[in-house]
């Protein structure tokens, strides 16, 4: 369900191996998350702390779920930075819905530094049971033959 992008995972690693200066924004290397089935429905949690909760956006297309938040640098002036590990600037996963979501009922919540997405089976996809008819002996039914009109 995950879907993996190389080429912007090693453009974001490479941009933050050769800036090295303290106090610059760097871009984010990931978006940790967690997801789990519960019942009819799927459950993300991805971890955005001090992600601004009006830049945390949630969308589908084409089957893929897409999630974009924005964390914006410090912009203090005439600071001197003796630290500066947090990454600041866009965060962005794409997973791969299967066919049996129900992307018209995703849900999305942002609390406390996590955002919360619910992803809800569709009707199709759902366990259901079947019921087997039993049927009784087969009843037979005799034909007898009348007699042949042959000339």
């Known amino acids: 369900m995950l879907r993996f992008d190389p080429f912007s995972d090693l453009e974001s690693m490479t941009k933050s191996l050769f800036d090295t200066q303290l106090?610059?924004?760097?871009?984010?290397?990931?978006?940790?998350?967690?997801?789990?089935?519960?019942?009819?429905?799927?459950?993300l949690l991805a971890d955005l702390p001090g992600?601004?909760?009006g830049s945390v956006d949630v969308s589908v297309d084409a089957g893929t779920l897409t999630l974009t938040a924005h964390r914006s640098a410090q912009s203090e002036e005439n600071v001197q930075w003796l630290a500066s590990e947090r990454f600041s600037?866009?965060?962005?996963?794409?997973?791969?819905?299967?066919?049996?979501?129900?992307?018209?009922?995703?849900?999305?919540?942002?609390?406390?530094?996590v955002?919360?997405?619910?992803?809800?089976?569709a009707e199709r996809a759902k366990p259901r049971r079947i019921e087997v008819s039993s049927l009784g002996p087969a009843e037979h039914q005799?034909?007898?033959?009348?007699?042949?009109?042959?000339?």
Request: negative net charge; without cysteine; glycine residues 10%.
């Open 23 to 43: 106090g610059t924004s760097r871009q984010p290397r990931f978006m940790p998350l967690d997801l789990y089935k519960v019942d009819d429905h799927y459950v």
């Open 51 to 53: 992600v601004d909760p």
């Open 89 to 113: 600037g866009t965060f962005r996963r794409q997973l791969s819905l299967g066919e049996g979501i129900d992307s018209a009922r995703i849900s999305a919540s942002y609390e406390n530094g």
């Open 115 to 121: 955002l919360s997405v619910t992803i809800p089976l």
């Open 142 to 151: 005799t034909i007898e033959a009348g007699p042949s009109d042959k000339t």
